[in-house]
Every structure is written in C-alpha cells, then in structure tokens.
Nanobody
C-alpha cells in the first residue's frame, strides 16, 4: 500500500509560482509512475501531469504545458509539481496519485490506485 500526503498549496497572485510536494510512504513507491490531477469547484477531475518510474518520461495537459514541471526524487519518496506563471483558471484542489503497477502513461484517473487528500491552490487575478 502507498500513502500520499501533499503540501505546498496556498494563495498566490496571477503570474506567481508555487511548488507542490507529495510525500509517499510504502515500499512500492519507487516502482510506480505518478501523476498530478486537479479538480475545481463544479468541474470534473482533470489530469495535470505524469512522470514515469525513473523520471525520464513526463507528460502534461495542454493547459499547463510550458508552465508546470513534474519531477520526483525516489530517494526521498517524493514527487513535485513546480507551477509557474499561474493563472486564475489554475485554481483547484491538486492531488497526487500513484499509478497501478503496470506503469504505462495514462491520463485517466481510474488507472491510478492510491490518492492523496489534496492541497488547495488559489490564484487571484
């Protein structure tokens, strides 16, 4: 089993930056690809970013490409999401998720097995 705890959310002005962290516990973290998803009030959960087990492969939603960067440190059991040039439409609860052990890229939340509780990101205009 993998337990995930996010941190780093907060209130920031448009154009600002935040760095989210996702600390994982459990023996299989370093064997799992990871993803970040977000959900705004009244909207469906949305894929944000994916990183492979080694960190060598990443994918991003078009809406965040060029502004957000996902990374991981397997020695620290942590995944990060660096968010730059934030926009009001980035406001949401951000959750990290551990992919099922087959590891292939997926933007579908049903293919992620473990979830954190989320951290709120609010971007003011």
């Amino acid at each position: 089993q993998v337990q995930l705890v996010e941190s780093g959310g907060g209130l920031v002005q448009a154009g600002g930056s935040l760095r989210l962290s996702c600390a994982a516990s459990g023996r299989t973290f370093s064997s799992r690809a990871m993803g970040w998803f977000r959900q705004a009030p009244g909207k469906e959960r949305e894929f944000v970013a994916y990183i492979s087990v080694s960190g060598g492969t990443t994918f991003y939603a078009d809406s965040v490409k060029g502004r957000f960067t996902i990374s991981r440190d397997n020695a620290k059991n942590t995944v990060y999401l660096q968010m730059n040039s934030l926009k009001p439409e980035d406001t949401a609860v951000y959750c990290c998720a551990a992919r099922r052990l087959d590891g292939a890229f997926s933007a579908n939340f049903v293919n992620y097995q473990y979830w954190g509780q989320g951290t709120q990101v609010t971007v003011s205009s």
